[in-house]
């Protein structure tokens, strides 16, 4: 997890309330993601970025987003939570081609 | 669409052991392949990366293979140890240039003493 830090580690959240999830780094890496985890289903990705300026969406990104002014900061926008957004959320970092980096992830649950 | 799948999904092994955990992909198209690992409630910690040019790699008491013909790759734990329970993730990164990582759902790995 060098590198890359998330902020909160745990929040609990009621149903339509919006929330930002930080993800920030120290590695200059250029690709940043967030997946989110869930029982039986894995790891999927919500929304990625291949620069300052660049996003794009992944497999799940209905309700979730993202936008990317530096290339420390990844932030993750809820913009009106439901209790299927309770998961587990990681933000990753790579170079691209090489080693992906994960952050200590968030738990989140909303009620 | 790439789909990854990783057998068994849960483990149990007496201490000492060598093992060999196994992961597959649809799409021989890919960049790498990576491996994980990730202890209950913690992130993930990457074990090995494989490009693929390559068709092994090691560290320490790890080997990962890849076989990009038939999509297939292994891990594999020499002399296991408790220490090495953990859930193991593999996941692809498709031949796009974008950091996109498609997971399996791991194996539960259990190291009895």
């Known amino acids: 997890n060098a590198g890359v830090t998330q902020t909160p580690k745990f929040q609990v959240l009621k149903t339509g309330q919006s929330m930002t999830l930080q993800c920030a780094q120290d590695?200059?890496?250029?690709?940043m993601s967030w997946y989110r985890q869930d029982p039986g289903m894995g790891l999927r990705l919500i929304h990625y970025s291949v620069g300052a300026g660049i996003t794009d969406q992944g497999e799940v990104p209905n309700g979730y987003n993202v936008s990317r002014s530096t290339t420390e900061d990844f932030p993750l926008r809820l913009l009106s939570a439901a209790p299927s957004q309770t998961s587990v959320y990681f933000c990753a970092i790579s170079t691209g081609y090489n080693e992906q980096f994960f952050g200590p992830g968030t738990r989140l649950t909303v009620l | 669409k790439q789909e990854v799948t990783q057998i068994p999904a849960a483990l149990s092994v007496p201490e000492g052991e060598n093992l060999v955990l196994n992961c597959s992909f649809t799409d021989s198209a890919i960049y790498n392949l990576q491996w994980f690992r990730q202890d209950p409630g913690k992130g993930l910690t990457s074990l090995l990366l494989?490009?693929?040019?390559?068709r092994e790699q090691t560290s320490g008491r790890l080997n990962a293979s890849l076989d990009k013909s038939s999509g297939r790759s292994t891990l594999y734990i020499a002399a296991s140890q408790p220490g090495d329970s953990a859930t193991y993730l593999c996941?692809?990164?498709?031949?796009?240039?974008?950091?996109?990582?498609?997971f399996g759902q791991g194996t539960t790995l259990q190291v009895k003493p």
């Open positions: 494989i490009q693929s040019s390559q």
């Open positions: 590695m200059n890496h250029e690709y």
């Open positions: 996941a692809v990164q498709g031949s796009s240039n974008t950091g996109k990582l498609i």
